[in-house]
């Protein structure tokens, strides 16, 4: 399962989520999204491709161990698993996400079943 924190958060954000995940068994990976995690200078050159392409590889890397893979987000990092399933969908599984103030209309397409 990939979980992704929120805006100017870190792995810490996440940590329940992680610690009861793990304890049924589930493979984690709960990336540090680029310029997060220091200071905002670290944060200020960033842009959505360095955090997108962060939970990418953080993909890749879970599909190439497990059958499947969820993604999951707190506040911007379920704003980063939405796209990530509506892109990468047939490697997605599900998705669990936390956002506030989520539109209850989504944009066509976005949210789909299928």
């Known amino acids: 399962m990939l979980v ?3 805006f100017l958060g ?5 940590r329940p ?5 793990a304890k ?13 995690g220091t200071t905002w200078r670290d944060l200020a050159p960033m842009r ?4 997108y392409g962060e939970a990418e590889r953080h993909l890749d890397k879970l599909g190439a161990s497990c059958d499947e893979v969820v993604v999951g987000g ?12 509506q892109q990468r969908g047939v490697e997605v599984a599900e998705i669990m996400l936390s956002i506030r ?3 209850r209309a989504m944009p066509e397409g ?3 079943r299928s």
């Open 17 to 21: 989520w992680g610690e009861y995940l």
């Open 24 to 36: 049924r068994g589930y493979a984690l990976s709960v990336p540090l999204l680029p310029g997060h």
């Open 4 to 6: 992704a924190h929120g």
């Open 110 to 112: 976005l949210c789909s």
């Open 48 to 51: 959505w491709p360095d955090w």
């Open 101 to 103: 103030g989520l539109p």
């Open 10 to 14: 870190s792995p810490a954000g996440v």
């Open 74 to 85: 707190l506040s911007f990092g379920g704003c980063l698993a939405l796209p990530l399933a």
